[in-house]
Every structure is written in C-alpha cells, then in structure tokens.
C-alpha cells in the first residue's frame, strides 16, 4: 500500500518578514520546508510531491521529492499535485501546508490509520478559549465554543476520493476538509497537536524555534563510554597498538594479537551502548580467537552502534607505558583507527604518557589504556 504526502508550498506569504516566503526561511539549523519534508521522510510516507511557486524550482533540489508547479488558488495546487500521483496509484494521500515543519510522527499515524475506516480523515484542536465577535476594537457579541474546532494539516484522504472531489470542485475552498465534504466525504476528525503550529507571523518564528529546541533537547541520545585494559609484557620481538605494529625488544600477551588500545576503545563502544564488554562478546576461552586481528573486535562494536542507531562522534585513548615510545606512531594509529571505525581522523585521538617509573607499567612489566567514546543517537 503506497501513502503518499503532498506538501503545499506554492504560497508566497511574507507577513513572517524576512523577504522570502516563509517557508524558504531558515528555523534552526534548516528551512522551514525541509523540517516538514523530514518529518514526512521519518514517517515513510512516499511519493513526496512538493506544489511550488513556479519561480521556486531552484529551491527545492531534494532527489526524492516530486516537484510540481502551484496554480492560482490553493485548490488548483492541490488539484496539480494530485494529478501528478495518478500514475503512483497511491491508497492514501496526505495533504499538509510547508508552514506546519513541526508535525510529528505519531500525528501522522493517527490521520493514516484513522483512514483504515474512513475517507477523509483530519487533526483538529478543541477550541478551548471563549469567543467573541468584535468590531472596531469593541465585543459586540459572544460566540458558544461547544463544538467548535483548529483544523490543522495533514489531512488524509483516500486518493480516488479526493481526487475526483478536486476534479469535480469550482470556485475556492478553505482547505481539502472543504472540497471534500462538498464532494460529500465524510471526514473524520482526529485529535491534532498544540506544537502543530502554523508559521504566519514573525512571532511565529520564535514559538516554532522553542519548540524545535525543546524537541531536539527531549530526542538527544549521546553517550559517553569508558574502557580500561592492560596486557602483559612476555616474548616477541614487536607489540601491535592502536593497530600499527612497532618493532620492540619484547611483545604483549593475550589471546588475540594482544592490541591493547584497540580493545580498550572496544570496550568503550560496548560500554557507551551498555551491550556488555569484549570478552562477552569474544569469550577468551574461544580457540577461534587465538591470534585474531582486534580489527575484527572493533568492527563488531563499530556496527553494533550502528545498528542501535548511534554514530560515534569521538574516541580518545591513552595508552600508559615507558617503552616503546608511542608518539612518533600516533598519526598512523590515528589513521588507522579511524579507518576501522568510519570517522573522521579528526575524531580519532591517540596520547600516551608514562606513569613515571611506578607500578607495573612503570617497571616495564606491560601496558595499560583508557579510553573514552562518545556516541549520538542520529
Ligand atoms: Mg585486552
């Protein structure tokens, strides 16, 4: 089953200031238009076709969007984008205005599955404020609110119904709510959100980025993971750290090729995830470990990450011993360690120190590291 979204951009509303159409206008980190598109995207809804201004075509340069030119009237845009998802065969459309980027997720499920059982479908608000009618800065009268509503968009429809309801419509209409019922579809109204808000005025702007902030603070996900390890020293001829091999007069021990500083970054990816540590996940006592590339280790944490939906951000290690001598290597270790995990080599940090001839590392008798990781939920 194919839902598909038309987003109504074709207006060229410039009471929010700003010189540009208002949902051209930066409200965070993006244009208005394209938190709309992203909520919509989020939601899986597709095709996206985007109704524009003729004179906007450069605007919109998204590869997964349709975009289609705007009529005179709000319905004839509508109408166009309509048109063009005749050949997409789509089972619901929502209709939803570009000056509405703070639709959610769980408001789109509700208008698609309030669609299941009915053919037109919209969010709405109960009017909770007293009314009034007034005239010249007077009340002239009162007005009952009892049944009375917001409408908002997305709203939903059965793709032939609508259609033909457009094709059949003359003269204008509010919204697709108005050419619908005058089609004779029965709409349903499903409970809309107060954040749903559309931009108009410049004020609005301002309501619109608290709520983004409020929303992005509410969605954040970063975690900071640690890891510690230590390897002991024993026969060897050369140790392998952070994935470089460094000639040394003695190597490390360990089932695997004994990378202390990879593991130790292991660790603090699983940490940061909470999925337990390296040796729950390669237990030592397994043969088919024995002299394995750590790579093979750091991969698996690197795409468990990725699967739980977080990007690592950053990694810093330490490693803590006298000798070898680690700094000349740390750029490779950098390069290296960064290649394995994806990130850029400007994210990736390697240090060392001594720990100034004290304890086991002091005495030469192995190498110890920490490490710390930062993950993103993206
Ligand atoms: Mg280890």
């Not at 985007?50 to 289609?68: E, N, Y």
């Not at 470990?289 to 690592?312: D, P, Q, V, Y």
């Not at 390697?350 to 993103?376: C, D, P, Q």
Request: charged share 20%; net charge negative.
């Amino acid at each position: 089953m194919t839902n598909a979204v038309i987003i109504v951009a074709a207006g060229r509303g410039q009471r929010a200031g700003g010189g540009l159409p208002k949902q051209w206008r930066p409200l965070g980190a993006k244009r208005v238009i394209d938190h709309t598109l992203d909520a919509f995207r989020r939601a899986g809804l597709g095709p996206i076709i985007v109704v524009l201004h003729p004179d906007d075509f450069d605007l919109m340069q998204d590869s997964d969007v349709i975009c289609v030119p705007g009529g005179s009237t709000r319905d004839a845009s509508v109408r166009n984008g309509l048109e063009a998802l005749l050949p997409h065969h789509p089972t619901k459309v929502l209709i939803h205005d570009a000056a509405r980027p703070l639709v959610d997720g769980p408001l789109i499920d509700r208008v698609l599955a309030a669609l299941d059982h009915a053919d037109g479908a919209a969010p709405a608000l109960a009017v909770t404020d007293a009314l009034w009618h007034g005239q010249q800065d007077r009340v002239t009268g009162t007005q009952d609110r009892e049944g009375l509503f917001r409408a908002q968009t997305p709203q939903g429809f059965r793709f032939d119904a609508i259609l033909a309801a457009h094709r059949r419509h003359t003269g204008t209409a509010a919204d697709d709510v108005a050419v619908a019922r005058a089609a004779g579809i029965d709409v349903t109204i499903v409970p809309g959100a107060e954040d749903n808000l559309k931009i108009t005025t410049a004020d609005d702007f301002g309501r619109a980025n608290d709520k983004l902030t409020q929303k992005l603070g509410q969605n954040m996900d970063i975690r900071t993971g640690n890891g510690f390890d230590v390897h002991r020293f024993g026969e060897g001829d050369h140790v392998i750290l952070c994935g470089v091999k460094i000639p040394h007069s003695r190597g490390l021990q360990g089932h695997s090729d004994a990378d202390v500083g990879m593991h130790t970054i292991t660790d603090a990816i699983y940490g940061g995830l909470a999925r337990g540590d390296i040796g729950q996940h390669f237990p030592p006592s397994d043969p088919q470990w024995k002299g394995a590339a750590s790579e093979i280790f750091l991969a698996h944490a690197c795409n468990l990450a990725r699967e739980m939906g977080f990007t690592i951000t950053h990694a810093d290690v330490t490693l803590i011993c006298e000798f070898p001598k680690v700094g000349p290597h740390a750029p490779a270790m950098r390069t290296e360690m960064a290649r394995i995990m994806g990130i850029d080599v400007d994210r990736m940090s390697v240090k060392a120190t001594t720990s100034e001839r004290l304890g086991f590392t002091g005495r030469g008798e192995g190498i110890a590291a920490l490490a710390t990781v930062t993950l993103v939920k993206s």
